[in-house]
């Protein structure tokens, strides 16, 4: 729980199917109010997904020293280079418990509603049509 914005985020990375294979995204959420901060999209997994998207959440928010970032153990996460940003920018760093989904729950949540009430049944083609609906899901219709 968190009592301000910018004191707690948290960060997880999903995929969705495309006819052209996987769309990856890893987005980080305020435990505020439940908002997507930052997110970055790619077709593949890599730590600069992850770098990606913290720093698209730092540049919207101007993010303040000491606030909290929340992960699982993903290599992504404990790469040296995503650490690295972490300490820059003066962020605490915490990691889920050894094989504990439940330690990310808001995060999982909100990867459940995007795919249930928005990707749920639709056939994606490319992945620039998933991209797209991520976009409008994240940016139009939860904001």
Request: proline share 2%; glycine share 6%; net charge positive.
């Amino acid at each position: 729980m968190a009592t301000h914005r910018n004191e707690k985020w948290v960060s997880d990375i999903t995929y969705t199917k495309t006819d052209e294979g996987w769309l990856y995204l890893a987005a980080l959420l305020d435990l505020y109010d439940h908002s997507i901060i930052g997110w970055s999209m790619d077709s593949r997994m890599k730590t600069q997904l992850v770098i990606s998207a913290l720093k698209h959440a730092v540049d919207r928010t101007k993010a303040p020293k000491g606030l909290l970032v929340h992960s699982d153990r993903g290599v992504q996460y404990a790469s040296k280079r995503y650490q690295k940003l972490l300490k820059a920018n003066g962020f605490p760093c915490s990691m889920s418990r050894k094989g504990n989904c439940y330690d990310n729950v808001p995060m999982e949540a909100f990867w459940g509603k995007l795919k249930m009430e928005w990707l749920y049944g639709v056939r994606l083609k490319t992945r620039a049509d998933a991209k797209q609906a991520v976009f409008e899901y994240i940016e139009l219709f939860k904001s």
